[in-house]
């Protein structure tokens, strides 16, 4: 082990407090990323090939509020913890406790988007894209929130900036939130932007594609350094509950991309049709 470790800065997981009134970094992190993710998408739509409009966008923010705190949630109680939550059901609402998973987020939003463009009567691809291209905006403040709360740190190791999280007991860990900050957050909004300039949008699919084969490549790889949920530990062939969850998203990725890519370029936005009475 190394003879010094980074230590862990001591901040405050409550941001904001007045009176009873608490927000927490955590919360503060959705918050954040939504509306950033919301002025991205805005961005987005006034570029070519304006598939989506920006009233739609305008619209789509709650529904994608609901989509990521209800799917989040309901994901973490499946995923992660069953039969602690089979009995103690009531304790599911209680979010302030903690405890959310992007993959239920994830299942969450895509089926908000379905439902939106359905009842909009919209390209569903051509909106998913520039959904998409805003996740790794939230996935970043998400990240940082947890190194914050000091949860989620990583395996022991003996690394030069290893650190001894209040949580981890004594011994040094990687610090793997900031790891997934970066690979979840930064490098995938970079490659997500260099598609974006290079047309990928014209043919809808493609971006939502590579957003999935990122994450599912990021989270894979994150894992490796991420301690296991200690209520699942390892599980077959010792790779853990991220991972697994992650490989039906990369497969989904590589046939959204190789359906689109069969598909004629978009050129100019549709008409829209007045929906169904």
Excluded: K
């Excluded at 599911?92 to 992007?102: E, K, N, T, V």
């Excluded at 520039?130 to 790794?136: G, K, T, Y």
């Amino acid at each position: 082990m190394p003879l010094f470790a980074i230590p862990f800065p001591a901040i405050d997981p409550v941001a904001v407090a007045i009176g009873p009134f608490v927000v927490r970094w955590y919360a503060l992190a959705y918050i954040v990323g939504l509306l950033l993710g919301w002025r991205y998408c805005l961005v987005l739509a006034d570029r070519p090939p304006r598939l989506v409009e920006r009233r739609d966008i305008d619209d789509f923010l709650v529904w994608a509020t609901l989509g990521v705190v209800l799917g989040g949630r309901i994901g973490y109680v499946l995923f992660y913890q069953p039969g602690y939550y089979l009995q103690h059901p009531i304790e599911a609402l209680y979010l302030w406790h903690g405890g959310m998973s992007f993959h239920g987020g994830a299942l969450g939003v895509t089926l908000a988007i379905l439902l939106f463009t359905r009842a909009r009567r919209l390209p569903v691809l051509a909106f998913s894209d520039v959904i998409a291209e805003a996740i790794p905006i939230g996935l970043f403040f998400g990240r940082i929130a947890n190194f914050i709360n000091g949860e989620l740190f990583g395996r022991e190791t003996d690394i030069p900036w290893a650190m001894v999280f209040p949580n981890g007991g004594p011994v040094p860990r990687h610090p793997s939130q900031l790891y997934e900050a970066v690979c979840e957050g930064l490098l995938l909004f970079l490659l997500l932007l260099l598609a974006e300039h290079r047309g990928a949008r014209r043919r809808p699919g493609i971006v939502t594609g590579l957003f999935l084969i990122g994450y599912a490549v990021a989270r894979m790889s994150g894992e490796l350094f991420r301690q296991p949920d200690a209520q699942l530990g390892f599980l077959v062939f010792g790779t853990t509950m991220g991972q697994l969850l992650s490989i039906p998203v990369l497969i989904a990725g590589f046939i959204l991309i190789w359906w689109a890519r069969r598909q004629p370029a978009s050129t100019a936005a549709p008409q829209r049709r007045a929906p169904a009475r």
